[in-house]
């Protein structure tokens, strides 16, 4: 089985039409929150915060070779500052 994940970022909010849970439409997998602040370093490679309907900042990861929000919004800073981090990471 092959498959296929694609995401954007946008700034604003996406159009009604072109969202939803149906085939063929965007998710909106922050259920409308709004992402504060972002880095992207590269394909694969970001981290961005938000808060959530209580208020609570979240930190979220995306790096290639790393399991998913492994690395905290500092690290991703560190990495942005050219930082090397050496994590050991049990699969």
């Not at 996406?14 to 149906?22: Q, R, S």
């Not at 394909?43 to 905290?72: C, H, M, T, W």
Request: hydrophobic residues 35%.
């Amino acid at each position: 089985m092959v498959q296929h994940t694609d995401s954007i970022f946008i700034e604003g909010s996406l159009p009604k039409h072109l969202g939803g849970k149906d085939l063929g439409l965007m998710k909106d997998e922050l259920n409308g929150q709004t992402i504060t602040e972002a880095y992207f370093l590269g394909i694969k490679q970001y981290g961005y915060k938000y808060d959530d309907e209580n208020n609570q900042e979240i930190d979220k990861s995306v790096f290639a070779g790393v399991p998913r929000d492994n690395l905290s919004f500092e690290d991703i800073l560190k990495l942005v500052k050219g930082e090397t981090l050496v994590r050991l990471i049990n699969f």
